[in-house]
């Protein structure tokens, strides 16, 4: 059986999250082996660990068909970067997926921090001040919503920078970046970016 390639996967995902949405039970391997005892995913997912937002649920794909790695607010540290690189140069990883949701309490956080210098919660602090800062080398965002799109784009040019597995897949056109927001209110997925490519210069 041909591999599906990472448009392919990111329209099968696309309509995985549509049938979520309405309700459906049926789920998408995505082309990984059937076998329990196999591990071939074929997308990532680098998501926030809010529990509202299962990834794998949420793109209506089965058990084995996405790896996934999840921090507060999607931030992005060496253990993420690296599993993420191993997925890409071990498992047959072809689309890797930032999928940033709406009323992220770890952004609202951060962008709070951002405008006021002051974290809100202070066992968060050590993350909202990254992600603050963050904010701040993009040039910041008018609200919080624009803040969660805004550090959606900062984790996929991180993952870029920091994973040097896939920045290269990407420069080989063997893998894609999307980046995606989703809304628990609605359950769908808007695609922010469907394809993040590596700055100029990018080495």
Same mark, same amino acid.
Request: glycine share 8%.
């Given at each position: 059986?041909?591999?599906?390639?990472?448009?392919?996967?990111?329209?099968?995902?696309?309509?995985?999250?549509?049938?979520?949405?309405?309700?459906?039970?049926?789920?998408?391997?995505?082309?990984?082996?059937?076998?329990?005892?196999?591990?071939?995913?074929?997308?990532?997912?680098?998501?926030?660990? =809010?529990? #509202?937002?299962?990834? @794998? &649920?949420?793109?209506?794909?089965?058990? $084995? !068909?996405?790896?996934? %790695?999840? *921090?507060?607010?999607?931030?992005?540290?060496?253990?993420?970067?690296?599993?993420?690189?191993?997925?890409?140069?071990?498992?047959?990883?072809?689309?890797?997926?930032?999928?940033?949701?709406? =009323?992220? #309490?770890?952004?609202? @956080? &951060?962008?709070?921090?951002?405008?006021? $210098? !002051?974290?809100?919660? %202070?066992? *968060?602090?050590?993350?909202?001040?990254?992600?603050?800062?963050?904010?701040?080398?993009?040039?910041?965002?008018?609200?919080?919503?624009?803040?969660?799109?805004?550090?959606?784009?900062?984790?996929?040019?991180?993952?870029?920078?920091?994973?040097?597995?896939?920045?290269?897949?990407?420069?080989?056109?063997?893998?894609? *970046?999307?980046?995606?927001?989703?809304?628990?209110?609605?359950?769908?997925?808007?695609?922010?970016?469907?394809?993040?490519?590596?700055?100029?210069?990018?080495?």
């Amino acid at each position: 059986m041909t591999a599906l390639t990472a448009p392919q996967l990111l329209e099968r995902v696309l309509d995985g999250n549509r049938r979520w949405a309405e309700g459906s039970s049926e789920r998408d391997l995505l082309g990984a082996p059937s076998d329990p005892l196999e591990h071939q995913p074929p997308v990532a997912v680098i998501g926030c660990s =809010d529990a #509202r937002v299962p990834p @794998a &649920a949420v793109l209506g794909a089965a058990a $084995g !068909a996405i790896f996934t %790695l999840r *921090l507060p607010g999607h931030y992005v540290d060496i253990p993420v970067a690296a599993g993420l690189g191993f997925a890409m140069t071990t498992l047959g990883t072809r689309l890797a997926i930032v999928l940033a949701h709406e =009323d992220c #309490r770890a952004v609202d @956080a &951060a962008y709070t921090e951002y405008t006021t $210098g !002051a974290p809100p919660n %202070l066992a *968060l602090a050590p993350l909202t001040g990254s992600l603050a800062a963050g904010l701040y080398r993009a040039g910041g965002a008018a609200d919080v919503q624009e803040a969660i799109d805004v550090n959606a784009r900062i984790t996929a040019q991180n993952l870029i920078t920091q994973c040097a597995s896939l920045r290269q897949s990407i420069i080989d056109g063997n893998a894609q *970046l999307a980046v995606m927001r989703y809304s628990p209110a609605t359950r769908r997925v808007t695609v922010l970016e469907e394809s993040v490519v590596p700055h100029a210069g990018a080495v």
